[in-house]
């Protein structure tokens, strides 16, 4: 890690780093000035990118349109670690994406993008995102909720726009094959340098447009070992009780990068201290605060330690003893009160109140059905 912060440090004093005039908008732009860190500059080598995102790169630059690797993969090698995927941005189109690229498909209504297929890989295309005018309100490309929740982004703009629309200065840096250099639009270097995950914008404004960002902030800070600067964590206990505005089924995939990827304990305990747990599993979040003996939040510490330890050594994990760890004593305790209040037996008690809290918990993550019916089988074990 040492390493990584030499490179950050090299980097921000070094004169291959440029200040890049932004061009003139009409609007008032939230980036801070941009800075070109050219080739020689950045530890970004394309031994470190796959060759399919390569090819990808150069079919896009050779058919005329502009094509950037974006986000997750040039912070992951910035900092040392083998990215999981390659992102794709360009100011094509969906639809010339598609004209470029014979094996590609387009998919998404939200979000509308492309995947170009390479085998078992995909590499994903998006097309440089845009501002939402007023004129946006009634139209089929872009629409945002009440609350201000983005629920149609088809938009299209420039590559300074898109970068305003990244969630987080970590993930605004994008790398040219045409040039080599790395686009750092929103000091994201120094971010990584600082250890510091950060919002770009006005907080309150981006975890309202995609409630979900306050979920990537705690998933990042634990996988990166990085702290939520104070400014973007500050507004999380106000705003959780949006995330009851997001799909189920959205919220399962979240739950499992949570809770899947060896950092399940550190995601737990900071869901619980910034409040977001108590949207997401409310039956969890008061037991946890009746436990003045710690024995709740001690079982769920061995549970998800041992995933982690499973997931370090590649051993297969399952979402069912996860959620069945977290709610079983939501369970029992349901239980108990039925035993009390309705003169039930054991079982019957107990098949009750695994109903109960199963179907409770539904309505806000919509867990597979192979997965339930395995979670009650752990809970009769």
Sequence with gaps: MSRVLDFCRRTLGSKSVESVAQPIKSRQSILPELKKISRDAHSVSRKDISPNALKVLYRLKDAGYEAYLVGGCIRDILLGLKPKDFDVVTNAHPEQVRQVFKNSRLIGRRFRLAHVVFGREVIEVAT???HHTGDDETSPKASQSDAGQILRDNVYGTIEEDAERRDFSINALYYSVADFAIYDFANGIEAIAARKIELIGDPETRYREDPVRMLRAVRFATKLNMDIAPASKEPIKELAVLLKNIPAARLFEEFLKLFMAGKAFDNFVMLNDLGILKQLLPQLAKVLK??????????????????????AIDKPVTPAFTFAALLWYPVEQRAEKLLVESGLNEVDALNIAMMEVLDEVQRSIAIPKRFSLTIKDIWFL
């Design 128 to 130: 440089f995102r845009g």
């Design 290 to 311: 009746q436990d003045s003996s710690g024995k709740v939040f001690n079982m769920i510490t061995k549970a998800m330690q041992d995933t982690d330890q499973r997931v």
